[in-house]
């Protein structure tokens, strides 16, 4: 028997295999499952990016003297991206936490200071609020149930409320993402 004819004859068998099958199932009214393991069950993880990969990004404002303490708010130089992951089972969640730590007030280098309160910020998509530092260590500003990923963008902005020293004023804030 030559190659082509034993393919066919195996097809054909197969096939009256398969009818088969469906036949006494459809007379025996069974049905089979099928149970499908996935082996990648997501390790609890938490990720966060604030700015530009591997690097501090930085927002400068620029005030002219003549403007200085009007109340009207100066645009920072850049926005700042934010991105957030949550990830775990769903039979396990994880809720993760995003807060600032802004208590550090900026520093001219020349012994005057300005609270970080003095900036604000608007959110693009409004994943993470709109609000402005309040000078605290351990200030929240959202959270998100896991599997989640929040992408958003911060414009900031200097209140200009209030007269200070002249200078260059300085400052970090630091923002923390955890799931206790």
């Not at 049905?31 to 990720?47: C, M, R, S």
């Not at 959110?123 to 500003?141: K, R, W």
């Amino acid at each position: 028997m030559n190659d082509a004819v034993k393919k066919i004859s195996l097809s054909a068998a197969l096939l009256l295999i398969l009818a088969a099958g469906l036949i006494v199932d459809g007379y025996t009214n069974t049905v089979e499952a099928v149970i499908f393991n996935i082996g990648d069950i997501p390790t609890p993880t938490i990720d966060i990016r604030v700015g530009a990969p591997n690097s501090i990004s930085r927002v400068t404002f620029n005030v002219l003297a003549g403007e200085v303490g009007t109340g009207i708010p100066v645009d920072g130089s850049q926005t700042i991206d934010f991105r957030l992951r949550v990830r775990a089972t769903a039979a396990n969640p994880l809720t993760a936490f995003l807060t600032v730590d802004s208590a550090t007030p900026l520093d001219n280098g020349s012994g005057g200071s300005m609270p970080t309160s003095e900036i604000e910020w608007t959110s693009d998509d409004g994943e993470i609020p709109s609000g402005s530092f309040l000078g605290l260590t351990n200030q929240p500003l959202a959270s998100f149930t896991s599997t989640v990923r929040v992408t958003d963008t911060l414009t900031f902005k200097f209140k200009n409320q209030n007269v200070y020293d002249a200078g260059n004023y300085n400052g970090t804030v630091t923002y923390t993402w955890a799931a206790p």
